[in-house]
Structure formats: structure tokens, C-alpha cells
């Protein structure tokens, strides 16, 4: 199948990670473009539930799939490359600490303390945001109900957001972090923030019509919202 009829795919044919585990070993992704317009996206997806989380990657050799123990996902380089900084950065923690930062992961012992210096200092590159949102992640404590986990979320997420101006694309052009989401799995509910409106939003799935055959579409308010107390 394409690219970019997978997600849909697995949305539409699987209740839990396990099952997509399943069909993922019968699944080839092809390099057909969505529009001849573009290249193919080089794309990761990362697929997750309660029980835990899987990263797929198409590669040129085929279909890669990883148990994601950190659960977290940046665009390059691929996930096993990602694990690998990860663990070389986190061994100076670990020596140097009494709490353990990722449990479950092995910890390689060829530390780079140029990897410790760019996470710490908030470099933009993926592998430097992969390593800083993961360790934020895993050390993050959030209290009991759903209104504090969403806004740790999004706590989390804003450690490695991207501001107009740090990363120059094209003349007068930035890199920016457009949206950042969540969404209850069990409640249905999506949580986003827009760059120039960080006022959490939600939509809530099941206050439309699920067995319609028309697309709901709901339009994102990117405009800032202010909650004026006088």
C-alpha cells in the first residue's frame, strides 16, 4: 500500500497494538506519490495504546518495526540511530544520579559528552530534540486527572518547540512548530494548541456523528486567546 494510506488502514482494521504487530508482518509500503506534484514524504510514524507503543519505518531494504520504549518519535535520523545517541547521552546521567532515567532501555557505556552538551543547550536538530523530549517525558510527574496530564503534555512538548527565527529554511522563511496535539484514546477527546494561539483547545469525537459517511471538519483557531480577568 502507499504511504499514505496506511495510518487509515491500521485506524480502520486494528483495536490494539497487537493486532497491527500482526498485520504489519503481511504489509509492504510502495514509494507511490500522493501527487506527482511531490517526491514521497520520508516518513516515520510511531503507533501507540496503553499497552505500549511500536515506531515503522519503509526503508529502501523494507519495513522496519521497533518496540518504542521511550515513546517518543522526531523525524531523523531513523529510530534505531535515534536509540543509539539516547543511550550513549544518558549513561552520564545515570552514572552521575541516584534515579534512573529510562528504565527498560540498555544503557551503551561509550558516552559522548557532545551529545550531553547539545541536549542540554536545546540544539533544534532531531536527534538532539528526540533525546531532550524523551527525558523530559520520562521524568515528568503528573497528577491524577485528565485536565493535569493534558497540561503536562503539553508542558512536555514545549521543551522542544520551534520559535520564528531559531532556524532559517529560506530567505525570511523559519522553521515553526504549527500545532502541537494529544487525544484520549478512551474519551475521544483531541487537545491541540496552535503557535500563535497556546490556549488549549478540544474537540470532542463523540459529540458528532460517528455513522456518517461525510468528513466532520473543524477549523483550527490559530488566532492568540486571551483570557482578560478585568
Known amino acids: 500500500m502507499a504511504q499514505f494510506e496506511f495510518i487509515p488502514y491500521i485506524l480502520s482494521q486494528c483495536a490494539n497494538i497487537y493486532e497491527v504487530k500482526e498485520k504489519l508482518s503481511n504489509i509492504n509500503i510502495t514509494n507511490t506519490r500522493f501527487s506527482e506534484k511531490f517526491p514521497c514524504a520520508e516518513l516515520h510514524w510511531i503507533i501507540a495504546d496503553g499497552n505500549g507503543a511500536i515506531t515503522v519505518e519503509a ?10 520504549e521511550v515513546g517518543v518519535l522526531t523525524n531523523n535520523p531513523p529510530f534505531n540511530q535515534q536509540m543509539f545517541f539516547i543511550k550513549q547521552l544518558y549513561l552520564d546521567f545515570l552514572l552521575n544520579s ?34 531532550k523530549v524523551a527525558f523530559t517525558k520520562l521524568n515528568s510527574i503528573s497528577g491524577d486527572t485528565e485536565m493535569e496530564s493534558v497540561s503536562q503534555f503539553f508542558h512536555i512538548l514545549g521543551a522542544v518547540d520551534q520559535q ?6 529560506a530567505d525570511g522563511k523559519y522553521e515553526i512548530t504549527l500545532y502541537t496535539s494529544c487525544c484520549n484514546a478512551s474519551k475521544g477527546i483531541y487537545y491541540y494548541t496552535t ?3 497556546h490556549q488549549i483547545n478540544a474537540v470532542d469525537m463523540n459529540k458528532t456523528d460517528l455513522e456518517s459517511s461525510e468528513l466532520t471538519r473543524y477549523t483550527p483557531i490559530t488566532s492568540q486567546q486571551i483570557n482578560f480577568q478585568n
Open 59 to 68: 526503508m529502501s531494504d523494507g519495513l522496519h518495526i521497533y518496540d518504542n
Open 98 to 131: 541516584q534515579k534512573i532515567y529510562l528504565p527498560k532501555v540498555l544503557i551503551c557505556r561509550h558516552t559522548a559528552e557532545v551529545w550531553v552538551l547539545l541536549v542540554c543547550q536545546g540544539n533544534l536538530s532531531s536527534a538532539s530534540r528526540f533525546a
Open 164 to 169: 520564528r527565527g531559531c532556524c532559517e529554511v
Open 195 to 197: 503557535y500563535e494561539n
